[in-house]
């Protein structure tokens, strides 16, 4: 996860807010409770939040978006117990549609950046940040402008490519949460049975899935299936 960054000292540079999206309920979902902690104390301060929500995993941000009031904004960390890569901004997105969706994370990888700008999210923010910058980069976030960090705009791809990148992500976002496991599952290298096993489904569905995974990513086999999902990040081990 990196060094816990100095948010929670210092001058707070004052949010302007009457540039900024009504954002007052925040979903933080970070497994490292010191980097949640101090977020969520340097936002509040910020920009004067009523509410920040955490979670430690997909799975419960997943289950808090499904059952308690949608937040007006999500900060996600792409490391967490239960999913890597940018599978977590697909599957949140999918709950909350219309709420921006930020990154932080640690690694700057510009093939990650675009994979997760590709993906929908509002921006993509580094962990190491200091206290001022950070809060600037997300009082442009939420007044709707997108941010990358500054070593991804000097390798930022051609627009073509970007295209090319967003198109492959809503190709994989089409997939059903099962079909996303059996992909998972094809990535790690696992035979029909084996899936079968694992999932508690018999291999014929199994096989249904692939051909359907097959035909919403166009790709002719298993193999190219797993170099498209590596390609557009979808999946970090």
């Known amino acids: 996860m990196g060094h816990v960054?100095?948010?929670?000292?210092?001058?707070?540079?004052?949010?302007?807010?009457?540039?900024?999206?009504?954002?007052?309920?925040?979903?933080?979902?970070?497994?490292?409770?010191?980097?949640?902690?101090?977020?969520?104390?340097?936002?509040?301060?910020?920009?004067?939040?009523?509410?920040?929500?955490?979670?430690?995993?997909?799975?419960?941000?997943?289950?808090?978006?499904?059952?308690?009031?949608?937040?007006?904004?999500?900060?996600?960390?792409?490391?967490?117990?239960?999913v890597q890569g940018i599978e977590g901004v697909m599957a949140l997105q999918k709950l909350a549609v219309d709420v921006p969706l930020t990154v932080i994370s640690a690694d700057l990888d510009s093939d990650m950046v675009s994979a997760v700008m590709a993906a929908g999210a509002q921006g993509y923010v580094s962990k190491s940040l200091p206290r001022p910058q950070m809060i600037d980069a997300f009082q442009r976030m939420w007044a709707g402008e997108a941010v990358t960090p500054d070593e991804y705009e000097s390798d930022r791809p051609s627009e073509e490519t970007g295209e090319q990148m967003r198109e492959l992500t809503r190709s994989f976002a089409t997939l059903t949460p099962q079909q996303m496991n059996i992909l998972r599952l094809i990535c790690q290298g696992r035979p029909n049975k084996l899936i079968s096993y694992e999932l508690s489904i018999a291999e014929a569905t199994v096989k249904t899935h692939i051909a359907a995974i097959m035909s919403k990513i166009n790709v002719r086999n298993r193999t190219q299936a797993a170099l498209l999902a590596s390609k557009a990040r979808i999946f970090v081990r």
């Open 5 to 82: 960054p100095n948010w929670g000292a210092g001058g707070c540079v004052p949010a302007q807010r009457g540039q900024t999206r009504a954002v007052g309920d925040v979903l933080i979902v970070d497994d490292h409770p010191l980097i949640c902690d101090a977020l969520a104390m340097t936002l509040t301060h910020a920009f004067g939040l009523r509410r920040v929500r955490t979670a430690a995993s997909l799975a419960a941000a997943q289950r808090l978006l499904r059952e308690a009031a949608m937040p007006n904004a999500i900060v996600l960390d792409l490391n967490l117990p239960d």
